[in-house]
């Protein structure tokens, strides 16, 4: 159904340049500025951290680019097409954005399987055959397909969570979204979840991940940006932002961080 | 060696001491274990002493299983056979009325029809229930919209060659039956659909839904009933009738409609933020969301609300007599008139019977509910 490689986008016809763009974005709740006019480019490929201090507006940011929360100002452009109240944009957005949570958000009525191809039974309209063969790929691939039946409350929580990344895939997305997935985790959790973030990397997914597990930044991000106050106050590569970061409040942050 | 704690050998596997299984301890721990608990075995013992003889005796021993009228459930100071003292249950008399209680006024020779509907919608409902038969969703399809119109069809006739039977001429356990089933049928949907009206994000389909809820749910059955048998009439434009056990049937359905969507409500506020996110983010649309995801964690957590309101349902029905319609407790009472089965035992032996049919509906539910409950459990915590 898709249109070979460069052709699906928005049906413009050509591949758009930035998979995301937010151009002077704002965000409020109530009175209080959440997000204040945000500027950001994601290029095609391209693997961003997000980081800075509790409250700073990181998940905020994110969950606007697939419409959980509504932006007030600005533009918010995913793969070449405008968010606006549009509800076949939104939904068309949604088709391309995977998003993983902190929690995880998986259905605890269906079985990790189901979790797995029920969004492209539903909504790619897919059949089930086929859909649960690339279930069963991406479960394989998160080294999880002999937990295919069980349910996710029978799951240790880096096992839910690479459920959670598996269900993403099997969209098939040309972004994800990651709002610190391995925050809730146990120490022992966390490793296995990166190492398929890291996996995911490798073969060139746009990511774009609020986390703070330095050691992944370090790994993979082309930029780490360090939001705070609802500001993007730094972006720089890893290497630099890490051993020569500019601003006060970037410093006085990874000092809390680093230890 | 000084470490003895390490076992060379198996350990003999022994049965458990009496202390922790046989009936001593059963009894022990379950009866008398302190002194209250002890009070109230003792008193419950009491209790069944005294009531339980009797009561075998009324129910079983004295009781008339079979007479052709009141005379056999009399005592001799009423011209009856049995001793001034005694007293039995007059059995006899619901079973010779049975086939009132089952069907009203419902012309015999047309019963085959009722018969017909029920045997359908039972073997239809046990397709349905039990889980190990395939092709659930057809037999959905076919108990949800075809089921209703062969009901119609055989109950009310009319049309092919099936001879027209008013509905005034219905009773029993058919009416009951018929307002019941009805009911819950129609109140499930249209009370999920009202509760996902509540929770809507436009003003207008909430204000609506609120409104409805709050109307129905502040008005006595009774009133409801009154206003569909007497009052709507009046306000329908001459020439226009219909009928009043629709009338009624469609009062309590939107009764029980407003009650039912409240139990939602209650289901879908305990379901978390994260599962509306998670599906949107797969870009799972609002029903989709909602019929795929939500609704089915909602209503698993309120079954025992949803089942508690059809049992409520199911009582409430016994009220269309006061407007009339003649339900189970309607021909009971009805037969009860009759003054061949007169005697000082039939009315209530009558309404033991009526109540152990009620019951026994009831309870059936009630098990069927746990039962779901089980089934539905996936080991996740909440
Ligand atoms: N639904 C909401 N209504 C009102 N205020 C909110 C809401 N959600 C978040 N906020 C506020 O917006 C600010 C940014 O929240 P956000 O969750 O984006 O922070 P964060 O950077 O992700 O923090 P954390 O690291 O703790 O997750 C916080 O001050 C928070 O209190
Ligand atoms: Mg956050």
């Known amino acids: 159904m898709n249109a070979p490689v460069n052709a699906s986008n ?72 405008e968010l606006t109240n549009d509800l076949k944009k939104i939904d068309e ?27 492209p039974i539903w909504v790619r309209k897919m059949p089930k055959s086929e859909a649960d063969e690339i279930a069963m790929k991406y479960l ?41 997935p391995t925050s809730a985790l146990d120490p022992e959790m966390i490793k296995e979840v990166l190492d398929v973030m890291v996996g995911l990397a490798h073969e060139g997914m746009t990511m774009l991940v609020v986390t703070h597990e330095m050691g992944f930044a370090k790994e993979v991000a082309n930029r780490v940006i360090f939001m705070d106050e609802g500001q993007i106050v730094e972006a720089n590569e890893p290497e630099e932002f890490f051993n020569n970061p500019q601003s006060d409040r970037t410093k006085l942050f990874l000092s809390q961080i680093l230890i | 060696m000084s470490d003895h704690y390490i076992r060379k050998e198996d350990a003999p596997l022994l049965p458990p001491p009496s202390s922790v299984a046989g009936p001593v301890h059963w009894i022990r721990e379950n009866l008398f274990s302190g002194w209250f608990n002890s009070i109230m075995t003792l008193l419950a013992i009491y209790v069944l002493v005294v009531t339980v003889p009797g009561l075998v005796e009324y129910l079983f021993i004295n009781a008339v299983w079979d007479s052709v009228d009141g005379k056999a459930c009399r005592p001799a100071a009423g011209g009856g056979p049995n001793p001034a003292d005694w007293s039995g249950a007059c059995w006899s008399f619901a079973k010779a009325k049975f086939g009132f209680f089952m069907y009203g006024f419902y012309p015999d020779a047309l019963r085959w029809r009722v018969d017909l509907t029920g045997v359908i919608g039972a073997v239809g409902l046990v397709l349905l229930l039990i889980e190990t038969i395939p092709h659930k969703r057809w037999t959905a399809v076919f108990m949800l919209f075809v089921y209703p ?23 029993g356990i058919l009416v009951t039956l018929v307002v019941a089933i009805t009911g819950i049928v129609v109140s499930l ?13 436009m003003p207008a389909m909430r204000f609506a839904s609120v409104l409805f809820i709050e109307i129905w749910r502040g008005v006595p059955l009774i009133t409801v009933l009154f206003m569909a048998s007497v009052m709507l009439p009046l306000f329908l434009p001459e020439g226009v009738h219909f009928d009043k056990l629709l009338r009624c049937l469609i009062g309590v359905a939107l009764f029980s409609t407003a009650y039912m969507a409240e139990v939602v409500r209650g289901g879908l506020q305990a379901i978390v933020r994260g599962q509306y996110e998670g599906a949107q983010a797969l870009g799972l649309s609002y029903w989709k969301t909602m019929g795929l995801i939500i609704l089915p964690q909602a209503l698993k957590l309120v079954i025992p609300g949803i089942v508690n309101t059809f049992i409520g349902l199911f009582k409430d029905t016994t009220l269309v007599l006061i407007v009339g319609i ?16 007169f005697s000082p035992n039939t009315a209530t032996s009558a309404y033991i019977f009526t109540a152990a049919i009620f019951w026994a509906f009831c309870f059936a539910m009630s098990r069927y509910s746990i039962y779901m409950e089980n089934k539905l459990h996936t080991g996740h915590k909440r």
């Not at chain 1, 961003?48 to 533009?75: A, D």
């Not at chain 1, 039946?149 to 880096?158: A, I, M, R, V």
């Not at chain 1, 269900?167 to 979204?177: N, Q, T, W």
């Open chain 1, 93 to 119: 957005i949604r088709r391309e954005v995977g998003m993983v949570f902190q929690h995880f958000n998986l259905f605890p009525h269906l079985t990790v399987k189901q979790n797995c191809t029920l969004a």
């Open chain 2, 326 to 341: 003649l339900d189970l407790l309607g021909t009971v009472q009805t037969g009860l008139t009759d003054a061949k089965w």
């Open chain 2, 189 to 201: 949907p249209l009370g999920i659909l009202l509760a996902l009206g509540r929770r809507s994000k």
């Open chain 2, 149 to 171: 119109v062969i009901a119609y069809i055989l109950l009310s006739g009319g049309m092919f060659n099936l001879e027209y039977v008013e509905t005034n001429r219905w009773g």
């Open chain 1, 10 to 81: 928005g049906g413009e016809g050509v591949q758009a340049e930035n998979a995301i763009e937010l151009i002077s974005m704002n965000k409020w709740y109530g009175d209080f500025h959440v997000l204040r006019d945000i500027n950001l480019e994601v290029k095609h490929g391209e693997r961003i951290v997000v980081c800075g201090p509790s409250g700073s507006g990181k998940s905020t940011m994110i969950r606007c680019i697939n419409r959980l929360e509504e932006h007030q100002k600005g533009k918010i452009i995913v793969d070449g097409i």
């Open chain 1, 140 to 180: 394989e691939r998160v080294k999880i397909p002999e937990q295919a039946d069980k349910y996710p409350g029978q799951l240790s929580g880096g096992q839910q969570q690479r459920v959670a990344i598996a269900r993403s895939l099997c969209m098939s997305p040309k972004i994800m979204l990651f709002d610190e």
